[in-house]
T-cell receptor
Framework: DAGVIQSPRHEVTEMGQEVTLRCKPI?????LFWYRQTMMRGLELLIY????????DSGMPEDRFSAKMPNASFSTLKIQPSEPRDSAVYFC???????????????FGEGSWLTVV | AQSVTQLGSHVSVSEGALVLLRCNYS??????LFWYVQYPNQGLQLLLK??????LVKGINGFEAEFKKSETSFHLTKPSAHMSDAAEYFC???????????FGKGTRLHILP
């Protein structure tokens, strides 16, 4: 079975450029999560969707960040303009019925490693 | 307020020795509890979880964890460490049935030859 697929795996970009990270969740999963991982702050939830609808975006750091989920099999996280402090690993994850129903397992992608110089 | 606390950002054990990674949570209601593992350059994967029922939970790769309500703990153990266990381990909790999962800061496990 294909897991959560993220692209690109690695991205190096210059400050001020737009960055788009992509995610394909596991087929049949109806919840999707975007996390950011840094040494300083650990794993942070940025936003999550249920049935393509954003449920909680309180973790999105600022207006430079936006996320969309146009259909059940695709999501994007966009940073515009990017800054050096955005350098991190960004993980997409998916699950059935969100996190609260029977403690459903969240499946993570392998991450997108972003470096902004 | 910190909902889940992992004691020790780095833990080193010798190969063959007991592994003990500590996790405590803050909650007045029974939580759902998870341990995830992250190998280098990979995403997180579920080791084990507790939702209801038996408080001793067995996971993959010989790991297990015990939910102790009186101690608000969910420590992860493995009787004998292997070199392949070197990774970062995350404890996670869902405090309310309608809430999102909260991850701890992680504990990096080092295995000494």
């Amino acid at each position: 079975d294909a897991g959560v697929i993220q692209s690109p795996r690695h991205e190096v970009t210059e400050m001020g450029q737009e960055v788009t990270l992509r995610c394909k969740p596991i087929s049949g999963h109806n919840s999707l999560f975007w996390y950011r991982q840094t040494m300083m702050r650990g794993l942070e939830l940025l936003i999550y969707f249920n049935n393509n609808v954003p449920i909680d975006d309180s973790g999105m750091p600022e207006d430079r960040f936006s996320a969309k989920m146009p259909n059940a099999s695709f999501s994007t996280l966009k940073i515009q303009p990017s800054e050096p402090r955005d350098s991190a690993v960004y993980f997409c994850a998916s699950s059935l019925y969100g996190t609260a129903y029977s403690g459903n397992t969240i499946y993570f992608g392998e991450g997108s490693w972003l470096t902004v110089v | 307020a910190q909902s889940v606390t992992q004691l020790g950002s780095h833990v080193s054990v010798s190969e063959g020795a007991l592994v003990l990674l500590r996790c405590n949570y803050s909650s007045s209601v029974p939580p759902y509890l998870f341990w995830y593992v992250q190998y280098p350059n990979q995403g997180l994967q579920l080791l084990l979880k507790y939702t209801t029922g038996a408080t001793l939970v067995k996971g993959i790769n010989g790991f297990e964890a015990e939910f102790k309500k009186s101690e608000t703990s969910f420590h992860l153990t493995k009787p004998s460490a292997h070199m392949s266990d070197a990774a970062e381990y995350f404890c996670a909790v869902i405090l309310n049935r309608d809430d999102k999962i909260i991850f701890g800061k992680g504990t990096r496990l080092h295995i000494l030859p």
